[in-house]
T-cell receptor
């Protein structure tokens, strides 16, 4: 089942912060985050495993609450280069390992 | 060296034709995937291959058939193309149980059926 992302779109000024949420209705083994710029391929940002862990990547970090089956991506002090569509991908507990199901995407636009 | 490469990058064809998209990865990954991205940017898993065996086969029309001659290649063959097949098709690869690196995507093939 497809995870749900919110918000669908965000417009920021450079230097502002944003949070993108990802929720699933099923138990999750892991959550991935990817960024896709227009006309390009999705690019891997980070993966979070069960255990409520947090990770950071430059000024982009994420958390995973496995009990709530939710993950959040935090973008701080946004830069123009952060613009793009962000996808969460979720992997559940099943015999079909590696089956990553993506959310519908959140479009982020950072303006000067 | 491109990690995951797809050819062709663009494909314009008429309804009813048969076409193939090729994908190769040089990362040594053991699993490869095909995703379809529609006009609303929804990324939908179509197939995946692990060590030359199909492990996921989503409810896609049987006009679509993946072919993997070895673990570095996963080609997608489409028969009797329809207008609704127009989309961007992404190949991706990963290493099973790798909890650090995620999926690596190819640059995509934009298929337009006219």
């Amino acid at each position: 089942q497809q995870p749900v992302q919110s918000p669908q779109a965000v417009i920021l000024r450079e230097g502002e912060d944003a949070v993108i949420n990802c929720s699933s209705s099923k138990a999750l083994y892991s959550v991935h985050w990817y960024r896709q710029k227009h006309g390009e391929a999705p690019v891997f940002l980070m993966i979070l495993l069960k255990g409520g862990e947090q990770k950071g990547h430059e000024k982009i970090s994420a958390s995973f609450n496995e009990k709530k089956q939710q993950s959040s991506l935090y973008l701080t002090a946004s830069q123009l280069s952060y613009s793009g569509t962000y996808f969460c991908g979720t992997e559940g507990y099943s015999s079909n390992t590696g089956k990553l199901i993506f959310g519908q995407g959140t479009t982020l636009q950072v303006k000067p | 060296d491109t990690a995951v490469s797809q050819t062709p990058k663009y494909l314009v064809t008429q309804m009813g034709n048969d076409k193939s998209i090729k994908c190769e990865q040089n990362l040594g990954h053991d699993t490869m995937y095909w995703y379809k991205q529609d006009s609303k940017k929804f990324l939908k898993i179509m197939f995946s291959y692990n060590n030359k065996e199909l492990i996921i086969n989503e409810t896609v029309p049987n006009r679509f058939s993946p072919k993997s001659p070895d673990k570095a290649h996963l080609n997608l063959h489409i028969n009797s193309l329809e207008l609704g097949d127009s989309a961007v098709y992404f190949c991706a690869s990963s290493q099973e149980w790798d909890s650090v690196h995620g999926y690596t995507f190819g640059s995509g093939t934009r298929l337009t059926v006219v």
